[in-house]
């Protein structure tokens, strides 16, 4: 356990992080759930205007690539230059990209147009995480409201991308989802200038040749070439797989393993994660948990459109109540985790995406009454709210303050390689017709992921109530 963790389970703090802090810090980390999710109800129109190009399948892509590879380095560069300076440059960068996505007169330019908001997006929940942690630290509060609406507000309303992405194509058309955010990255910026202090940069000044040191560049480039191939080897298995990748991707695994074990500053401090199971597990569990989450988000609404017959704005209002319990289940799941503890909040998470994923299972097109949908809906969005908030827990108990954001960049890699498996896996499952059968297929698959991940968390040693403690 690390030791500054134990230091605060031990003084149990009382009182809780302001809302002015936890609201601004969040605000931002919607953007990044909206933009991965609203493009599920826009890709259509975007076909239309560009045709349906293989360049097509990038427009979605892009931004998990660019997020996955740029949330430990943003993680990082939070702890090295200040958590609030890369948060609000983060915001710019994806203002520009949104910009650019509204204007891109080609694919070309919109698949830049995802990468650059995709970098924009990488940055505001670790460096999120890093100011709340330091400002429970500096003000001896506790974190754990802050950190439920942090993950309501990044998690929960990834959910809701659907819903708004549907009425606002709908309305306007797909670039409706670019200028979004517009608004809502300049509420952000203002809202963490005024409430945030400008002090959140821990250390002293570094040099360029520092930075750089710091950052451990050859540890982030390997880093970099691993997300890249595991994900471009993913996005080809349904059509060509591009099996050269994977004796790429051991020699990058091999090298990054040497490397990082010898490194003064590692980028991804191998040592540590070996030693620090509770950690490597709760990664692992966000690898299932992800490619299940996001099955039911890309899935689902296709399947409402093209077996259904819904529109995109149809399709995304059946989706709202996996939006609404998604977001309430994440404060009732940060009182239960806190009166019992850590373990029994994922338990209930897995048992209901298992639930959740028979009754996909189970779903007609032609007979199911659009209640027993919306009671479908409502199960999946118990799994949103539980299975985040204990294994962000287990993350903020077992990280100090200067580890967190890296750690939370880790987490959020590891969870857009899960969105890339999911694509993966509903290609596989689905055929080339969206059907109830291929629906079947997908949630007994997701049946199958919350099996492994209860009997995961019912096996484990490492989710002891001491560690819940010490979170809080």
């Known amino acids: 356990m690390n030791a500054a963790v134990a230091d605060a389970g031990a003084t149990q703090p009382s009182g809780s992080v302001p809302f002015r802090v936890s609201g601004s810090v969040a605000s931002g980390s919607i953007l990044q759930a909206l933009n991965s999710s609203m493009i599920a109800v826009a890709i259509v129109g975007i076909a239309a205007q560009f045709g349906a190009s293989p360049g097509i399948t990038w427009v979605i892509s892009g931004l998990y690539l660019a997020t996955a590879i740029c949330a430990p380095l943003a993680g990082k560069l939070g702890a090295l230059l200040g958590a609030r300076r890369v948060y609000l440059g983060g915001l710019a960068i994806l203002s520009i990209g949104s910009i650019v996505g509204i204007l891109a007169p080609t694919v070309g330019w919109l698949i830049f147009a995802r990468v650059l908001i995709g970098i924009g997006t990488a940055t505001q929940y670790p460096n999120a995480m890093t100011m709340i942690r330091d400002c429970a630290e500096r003000y001896s509060v506790q974190p754990r409201s802050a950190i439920a609406i942090l993950a309501a507000c990044s998690q929960a309303v990834l959910a809701l991308g659907p ?3 549907g009425l606002l194509v709908g309305a306007f058309g797909w670039h409706a989802i670019m200028w979004i955010n517009l608004p809502i990255a300049a509420f952000s910026a203002l809202a963490v200038t005024k409430f945030v202090g400008a002090g959140f940069v ?6 360029g040749r520092q930075l750089l040191h710091s950052l451990d560049v050859v540890g982030a480039t390997l880093t970099i070439v691993l997300i890249a191939s595991t994900m471009l080897f993913l996005l080809s298995v349904t059509t060509a797989p591009l099996w050269w990748l994977i004796p790429v991707w051991l020699a990058a695994l091999a090298a990054f393993i040497e490397w990082e074990r010898q490194a003064d500053e590692p980028f991804v401090d191998v040592r540590a994660l070996a030693r620090n199971r509770a950690l490597s597990a709760t990664l692992a569990r966000v690898l299932f948990t992800y490619t299940g989450f996001y099955c039911v988000y890309f899935g689902v609404p296709q399947w409402l459109q093209y077996s259904r017959g819904m529109t995109a704005t149809q399709a995304g209002l059946t989706m709202l109540p996996v939006a609404a319990v998604g977001f309430g289940s994440t404060f009732l799941a940060s009182r239960f985790c806190d009166r ?3 373990r029994n909040t994922l338990t209930v998470g897995t048992c209901a995406l298992l639930i959740g994923g028979l ?6 097109s032609i007979t199911a009454p659009i209640l027993v949908l919306l009671a479908v809906a409502v199960v999946l969005g118990i799994p949103t709210g539980f299975n985040n908030i204990g294994n962000q827990t287990l993350v903020n108990s077992v990280t100090s303050v200067e580890e967190v954001g890296t750690a939370i960049g880790t987490y959020r890699t590891v969870q857009y390689i899960g969105a890339n498996l999911a694509a993966a896996v509903l290609a596989i499952t689905s055929g080339h017709v969206i059907g109830d059968a291929g629906l079947h297929r997908t949630g007994w698959f997701i049946a199958l992921v919350g099996t492994v991940l209860l009997t995961g968390v019912l096996a484990s040693r490492s ?10």
Do not use: N, W, Y
């Open 463 to 472: 989710m002891g109530d001491r560690q819940l403690a010490d979170a809080h």
């Open 163 to 165: 819903t708004l992405g």
């Open 202 to 207: 821990r250390g002293t000044p570094v040099s």
């Open 359 to 364: 009754l996909l299972a189970s779903v007609e």
């Open 340 to 342: 019992h503890g850590v």
